[in-house]
């Protein structure tokens, strides 16, 4: 389906391109948000006619997603979870539970779809994520998941936590085991292989 977009929406186009999309995409998400408008030389004309007043609105919605970088880049996000001995937590921390906690420490009002987390947290560790507060307007941040303020602490601090078999380091994203272990099962899989 042939629309134009009446905002800006990252990897589709900005204000006033003329794009085409899935219907369903259209249909379900960019006409009934008014993101976009069909296209026919009715509704060119009416864009036409409102371009000013609808560039002039997301400039201001700029204007006012730049006065929260601060606020967002400074924000402490530290949760507190449960989890087993090796590190996995039960449950996860998803793109709404730090939309949440950012929304409560630094009083920015974000939505779950603005954070660009990617897959739910599911172990702990310090985490790299992004926050969209506008399309051109992208602040990254940490989030510190562990079980306790001490933990949480000492990822902050950059020392490295054990869990069993597994270190948790400050600056990863992923649980590695040590060295020896890793050794082993990439040899049984090479013997598999054979």
Known sequence: MKVILTEKITKLGNIGDTVEVKTGFARNFLLPNGKALRWSRENVALFEAKK????????????????????VKN???HMIRQAGDT?????SVSSRDIAR?????A??????????????IKSIGSFDTKIALHPDVIVPVKVFVAQTQDEIDALVAGKVLTFGTKKVEAEEEEVEAPAEEAAAPAAETEAAAE
């Open 52 to 71: 000013a007043e609808l560039e002039a609105r997301f400039a201001a919605a700029k204007k006012t997603a730049e006065s929260y970088v601060d606020a």
């Open 75 to 77: 924000a402490k996000l």
């Open 87 to 91: 590190g996995q937590l039960y449950g």
């Open 101 to 105: 906690m950012l929304t409560e420490v």
């Open 107 to 120: 009083n920015v009002p974000v939505s779950s779809a603005q954070v660009m987390l990617g897959s739910p």
